[in-house]
Nanobody, 120 residues
Framework: QVQLVESGGGLVQAGGSLRLSCAAS????????MGWYRQAPGKQRELAALIIGGRSTNYADSVKGRFTISRDNAKNTVYLQMNSLKPEDTAVYYC??????????????WGQGTQVTVSS
């Protein structure tokens, strides 16, 4: 079992920055992939950024060059640095962790979400 707790959301003006944090506990050392997803009102949840194995990263086209995902294994925490924020970045941001268990498959864990609001 993995528990995820996000923090760092809030209200910011367009062009500003925020840093989200997601602290993992439980069987956090077994996490293979961590990511940030977001869901805007009336829209489906979408991937913002992934970090695989602590190094390889993947970003949605809409956030490339503005967002940076990183992971501190010592603190069991993943971060999302968001710069040059736009009103369309407004959403609830969810932390995700995937644990792959040989012979059993993949287990998905989610945080409770943190609201990010970007005003124009």
């Amino acid at each position: 079992q993995v528990q995820l707790v996000e923090s760092g959301g809030g209200l910011v003006q367009a062009g500003g920055s925020l840093r989200l944090s997601c602290a993992a506990s439980g069987s956090s050392s077994s996490i293979n992939v961590m990511g940030w997803y977001r869901q805007a009102p009336g829209k489906q949840r979408e991937l913002a950024a992934l970090i695989i194995g602590g190094r390889s990263t993947n970003y949605a086209d809409s956030v490339k060059g503005r967002f940076t995902i990183s992971r501190d294994n010592a603190k069991n925490t993943v971060y999302l640095q968001m710069n040059s924020l736009k009103p369309e970045d407004t959403a609830v941001y969810y932390c995700n962790a995937v644990v792959m268990v040989p012979g059993q498959g993949a287990y998905d864990y989610w945080g409770q979400g943190t609201q990010v609001t970007v005003s124009s």
